[in-house]
């Protein structure tokens, strides 16, 4: 097969993966196409964690059991190796008598990290790693970082005027963008294991914080940092399916009852200064399997997320509208003082919704523009 080939039956199998982007989570985004002379014979993806793999729904889908001697099998993760929920995709690959397999990347789970191509290659397959790599990784970043970095891919979500400014001098701020804006935002909840907020902004504006779809998708799970424990019992949030989550570093045993009487999860963590420890934070989301953070909150803790270096990418909706130099910021930064403290980011790309542009930045590490 030639490279050309290969890169052509990756797209595809890279697109099927796309299709779990909503629904798999804790586990990775995989598509797998089985190719034989040159067509493709069977497809598959993974849907939702327990189900089957990509791998084994791509085998079942082939018409023959015979044709799959010999044929190729692209998959955009390295195949598993071990036992979870359900059994090792190597031995079915392996047990169909497939003669090669493409593998996008390698998986970055220490439990399979290397152990699945090593499988296949001790039972004869030949084994091909790195086909359209960058496109696989750029598929399941969150899942990557939850196995490399224990934290998850940090995205946070803004809307501002051309002025730069997320709401009046008074709070107001609905509506700054179109409604087109607002059902992207939509999709980008629909995207995350877990949506991100501060207590302000609960106690502000009583927010759903659900991703309202017309697509089959999996709620994320809603967190909210409340270090002192000012959530009010009555929070709209606390009434919805799924997971709601309070973070604090307060131990008012009261509240805490009042809190989970009402429907929340109270979870205490260490402190610094009196304030939730960030770093702290993300750790624990990824012991609780997030792999992507929305976050949907205010100038502090979006200020302070930034100052910690822990923002991975930063979307911002910029209405064309002014609201005035008394609105209200994007970032509370007061430690920027001079203009070699600034914070730089990268602009990855723009594209128009609705009647809003929408910025995708990466905050940069200073010297590495």
Excluded at 196 to 203: D, E, I, K, R
Aim: hydrophobic share 40%; aromatic share 4%.
């Amino acid at each position: 097969m030639s490279a050309e080939q290969d890169a052509r039956f990756m797209a595809q199998a890279l697109q099927l993966a796309r299709q779990g982007i909503y629904t798999t989570d804790p586990n990775p985004r995989v598509g797998c196409v089985i190719v034989k002379n040159g067509k493709i014979i069977g497809e598959g993806w993974h849907e939702r964690a327990g189900q089957g793999h990509a791998e084994v729904v791509a085998l079942n889908s082939v018409a023959k059991v015979d044709d799959l001697k010999d044929a190729t099998a692209y998959v955009t993760l390295e195949p598993c190796s071990h036992h979870g929920r359900t059994p090792p995709c190597c031995d079915a690959l392996i047990k169909a008598g497939i003669r090669r397999v493409v593998a996008a990347m390698q998986d970055p789970n220490p439990l399979v990290s290397g152990r699945g191509l090593a499988a296949l290659q001790a039972a004869g397959i030949e084994v091909q790693v790195g086909v359209l790599e960058a496109d696989a990784r750029a598929l399941n970043r969150g899942f990557i970082k939850r196995m490399t970095e224990h934290r998850p891919f940090i995205r946070s979500k803004l809307a501002m005027s051309l002025d730069g400014r997320t709401a009046m001098a008074s709070g107001e701020s609905k509506w700054i963008t179109s409604p087109q804006a607002r059902a992207d935002v939509h999709r980008l909840r629909a995207e995350s294991s877990a949506i991100l907020t501060g207590v302000n902004t609960v106690l502000a504006d009583d927010p759903a914080l659900t991703a309202r779809v017309d697509f089959p998708v999996v709620q994320p799970i809603r967190v909210i940092l409340d270090s002192h424990l000012q959530t009010p019992p009555s929070a709209q949030i606390a009434t919805l399916p799924g997971r709601s989550l309070i973070l604090t570093c307060s131990d008012d045993a009261a509240k805490q009852r009042d809190l989970q009487n009402a429907g929340f999860e109270v979870q205490r963590l260490p402190d610094t200064n009196g304030r939730l420890d960030l770093p702290e934070v993300m750790r624990f989301l990824a012991e609780q399997q997030i792999n992507d953070v929305l976050v949907e909150a205010g100038a502090i803790l979006n200020g302070a997320l930034l100052a910690a270096n822990l923002l991975d990418e930063i979307i911002v909706y910029m209405a064309p509208s002014i609201l005035g130099d008394q609105g209200r910021g994007l970032f509370h930064l007061p430690a920027l003082q001079a203009m070699a403290d600034k914070k730089e980011l990268k602009l990855s790309d723009v594209r128009q919704v609705g009647g809003d542009l929408r910025l995708t930045l990466k905050p940069q590490t200073r010297g590495k523009i």
